[in-house]
């Protein structure tokens, strides 16, 4: 039995805090996580990794409380280990192992019995994409591959949650596309929740159901994915001439315009919204190029402090 | 998504009734056995790490080697008691007798074992697993103290075999030299714990495997002239001294405990020897164990 099918969230933190001698790295983060594909953004140092290790109950919270698959890291920590998956961000492979033993060692720590974890281990590695190369030494392997055997080893035993740090750290954009596409399915069609770690908002939000932004180690906002994108949705609008006389035209028919170079842009506010434009392109005999609609970037809903936007070029 | 990632989606039954195989993804549903079996499962891991099973022929190089030259005194030392009708090595004096090469194999043996997983950084994923901090180092500890005693175990089981044939005196003198055996795979298990504490607490200090070897074998090496030096002191103090040296120290215990001169003068201070022998072990347990409660996850 899935311990968070009986209703619980996936995880759970109340006034969660964390502090080094120097720093405080969680402060008071209380958020609700419901299982699906989570994208946990925040810049380096926003404090991803310690909220990470006090999920996996490797570093014990200052105060607050928390829960992990409806389990206390504090007390259950080795039943939550079980049950999870972790993905480091570093170099965490040993060179002169094959990945296939590799793969079926780690699932043996995990506690699965010797042919399961043979079994499981080549089953991980096919997924990941890595089943020709399995017999392979790591050490031999390109960057896009480690990080592969780096997920196999964290699905190898079959979690409920992965927690993955930073996956894409260090691909080219195509090997980028292909771990986002695989973590996509791992979390749509395998029933594992994944939670991704990024300093990249444009990337998790390609792939995650809910995303939570976490900055100086106070969450910055987290909700579900829709609710961010939908109500934010807005109309580009393109005429070949005329673009000054819409603009007035949408005005007077009651539409927040802005432009945007040549395009006009019209908030979404209902399907009428569409009729509106398109009898007032009419009524003036404009020619229509382009009416389209456009999904608000996820970064531009954290404009607070830190711009992620910014977050995002100063990391690239 | 590249052409190397197989598609998941449940096959569709297919119209003949047949069922197409379904390679998608299968949920694990047999049993998650706890931390004692992952601790078992490492600890058997290690020991064959140790004599390079399971990887590279590079890896097995140097421990098989070490294996051949222990086998090789062993073989003569049968060989030579049965021509001379002798016992030119007893199995008490065969752990002494290869030191070096004991100690060549914990400076490579241990290192291999800690220094390693250090290096690739791959405690975070044991720390992640069931599996605790503890339950590492010990299991990485178990696995050289074990792979310590059957180097010295194996040969003198060879070396019972010979003598048990060449001996003439029947089923009583057979019996005799049983219980020497037992003495002398007795004595190797206190030389490997001393050693092996030792050992894999200095290697478990650094990432880097030369560095380790390194000095694991100064810490032996470096100490065996001072403690021969204290011993000229003669008094007290000489025949206390050789237990800052565990070469010393063990062969002092030896000759406390089985009463063979082993050329060290521990007077009757051989007491003393044990305590420090089992202090210092505890110590370096306690160490080890600090050691991993310290290291970055």
Redesign the interface.
Same mark, same amino acid.
């Given at each position: 039995m899935r311990p968070y099918s009986r209703g619980v969230a996936l995880i759970e933190t109340r006034s969660l805090t964390k502090r080094y001698p120097r720093v405080t790295a969680l402060d008071a983060f209380t958020v609700d996580i419901e299982p699906g594909i989570i994208g946990l953004v925040g810049a380096n140092g926003a404090g991803k990794s310690t909220l990470i290790?006090t999920l996996?109950g490797?570093s014990a919270p200052t105060s607050g409380s928390i829960r992990v698959l409806g389990l206390d890291p504090a007390r259950d920590a080795?039943a939550i280990?079980?049950r999870?998956g +972790?993905m480091?961000e @570093? *170099?965490?492979?040993?060179? *002169?192992?094959v990945a296939a033993?590799f793969v079926t @060692?780690?699932a043996?720590?995990?506690?699965?019995? &010797?042919t399961?974890a043979r079994e499981?281990a080549s089953?991980a590695l096919? @997924?990941v994409?890595l089943?020709?190369e399995r017999y392979r030494?790591i050490g031999g392997y390109s960057t896009g591959m480690k990080q592969r055997v780096k997920l196999a080893?964290a699905l190898v @035993? /079959?979690p409920d949650l992965l927690l993955l740090d930073e996956p894409t750290n260090g691909l080219d954009p #195509?090997g980028r *596309? #292909?771990m986002l596409?695989?973590i996509h399915?791992?979390g749509s069609?395998?029933?594992i929740s994944v939670m991704v770690c990024s300093h990249l908002l444009g990337e998790v939000e390609r792939i995650c159901d809910s995303l939570v932004a976490i900055d100086g180690g106070k969450l910055l906002r987290a909700d579900r994915m829709s609710a961010m994108t939908v109500q934010r949705d807005v109309l580009a609008i393109e005429v070949d001439e005329g673009t000054e006389q819409l603009a007035e035209g949408l005005a007077a028919a009651g539409l927040g315009v802005s432009r945007d170079g040549r395009l006009l842009l019209v908030p979404l506010e209902s399907d009428q919204t569409y009729d509106v434009i398109i009898g007032t392109v009419a009524s003036l005999d404009l020619p229509l190029h382009r009416l389209e609609q456009r999904r608000h970037r996820v970064s531009e809903l954290f404009s607070a402090r830190p711009d992620p936007q910014e977050v995002e070029t100063r990391a690239s | 998504?590249?052409a /190397?990632?197989?598609p998941?989606?449940p096959a569709p039954a297919d119209r003949s009734g047949g069922v197409i195989h379904d390679i998608?993804?299968? &949920?694990?549903s047999?049993?998650?056995?706890? &931390?004692g +079996?992952?601790s078992r499962?490492?600890y058997v891991?290690s020991l064959r790490t140790a004599f390079g099973l399971? &990887?590279?022929a590079k890896?097995k190089i140097f421990p098989w080697l070490v294996v051949g030259l222990v086998f090789v005194v062993a073989m003569v030392a049968v060989a030579v008691r049965a021509e001379s009708n002798q016992v030119v090595l007893s199995y008490l004096q065969f752990t002494d007798t290869i030191g070096l090469p004991l100690l060549l194999f914990l400076a490579v043996v241990a290192p291999e074992l800690v220094s390693? *997983?250090l290096r690739?950084?791959?405690l975070?994923?044991?720390?992640?697993?069931?599996?605790?901090r503890d339950d590492y180092a010990l299991a990485k500890l178990a696995a050289m103290t074990s792979a310590f005693w059957l180097l010295l175990a194996a040969p003198q089981l060879l070396m019972l075999i010979g003598g048990v044939f060449s001996r003439k005196d029947g089923f009583g003198g057979a019996m005799d030299e049983v219980m020497d055996f037992l003495g002398g795979i007795g004595y190797a298990a206190i030389v490997a714990i001393v050693f092996s504490s030792l050992g894999i607490l200095l290697a478990s200090l650094s990432g880097r495997r030369a560095v380790s070897a390194a000095v694991v074998a100064a810490v032996y090496l470096v100490t065996t002239p001072v403690a021969a030096v204290l011993q000229t002191l003669g008094g007290t103090v000489g025949k206390i001294a050789p237990v800052i040296n565990p070469i010393d120290l063990v062969e002092g215990l030896e000759a406390w405990l089985y009463h063979r001169s082993t050329g060290i003068d521990i007077g009757n201070h051989g007491y003393l020897y044990l305590i420090v022998a089992v202090v210092l072990v505890a110590v370096y347990v306690t160490l080890l164990l600090v050691r991993y409660r310290k290291v970055a996850?």
């Open positions: 290790k996996l490797l080795e280990r079980a999870v +972790y480091p @570093h *170099d965490c492979l040993p060179p *002169d192992m033993e @060692h780690m043996r720590m995990s506690g699965l019995p &010797r399961a499981r089953e096919r @997924h994409g089943y020709e030494q080893q @035993h /079959d #195509a *596309d #292909a596409g695989l399915r791992i069609q395998f029933g | 998504m590249p /190397d990632i197989v998941t989606q998608g993804y299968q &949920r694990y047999g049993s998650r056995l706890g &931390r +079996y992952a499962a490492l891991h399971g &990887r590279s890896a390693r *997983d690739s950084r791959v975070p994923l044991y720390f992640s697993r069931p599996l605790r996850a």
